[in-house]
């Protein structure tokens, strides 16, 4: 749908119905499904809305950034489109999502991190495995952050290197946090 129908999540009914193929396979086996019960339990569940027109939109905004990260994971990292969305902050949390189904998150958060360290940050907390060069380099570029002359950014680094939870996170926020007078214990 995002790639297809640009920003929005809403699609004319035949589009759905074109990909709504009546099975789909499940550990190996063919199951059959009736395209239209699909659609009226995904309704009923409020997973989708159809308007006057006959158009689906989906209505709930994780679910579609799951599938959207999910389509991300399956084009794989050295796809255009994974480089196109890492640059649009409408594809965060599709971001996010896409780090936690990863095996080795490594290269999506080297790519985030070019464009923003914060959302690198979020994406290595839910990383399963990452580099520790790359979580290195996070909180190298975390850390030049704190010296911004932007006090949100400078907030927004000090809370991300502590949610790094890391030792060299430590030494970048103590005496930071000294030189403000604030109690580090």
Known sequence: ???EHGRGTSVPRDWADKFLAGSVRVNGLEVEYNPA????LARSASLLDESA???LRFSHQLLQEYFAAVALLRLGMNNPQVYEAARYYSWDE???????????????????MMVDPFLAARCAERARSLSSSTYARLIEALGRKLTS????ERIAAAESLGGTRSE???TY???MLKDANLDVR
């Not at 990863?102 to 790519?111: I, K, N, R, S």
């Not at 002359?149 to 949100?152: M, Q, W």
């Open 149 to 152: 002359r932007f006090n949100r």
């Open 1 to 3: 749908i995002q790639r």
């Open 53 to 55: 027109d006959g158009s």
């Open 173 to 175: 926020l103590v005496p």
């Open 94 to 112: 599709a971001l996010v999502l896409l780090t936690g189904l990863m095996e080795d998150a490594t290269p999506l958060v080297d790519l985030v």
């Open 37 to 40: 019960d699909l659609l009226y």
């Open 168 to 170: 060299i996170a430590i």
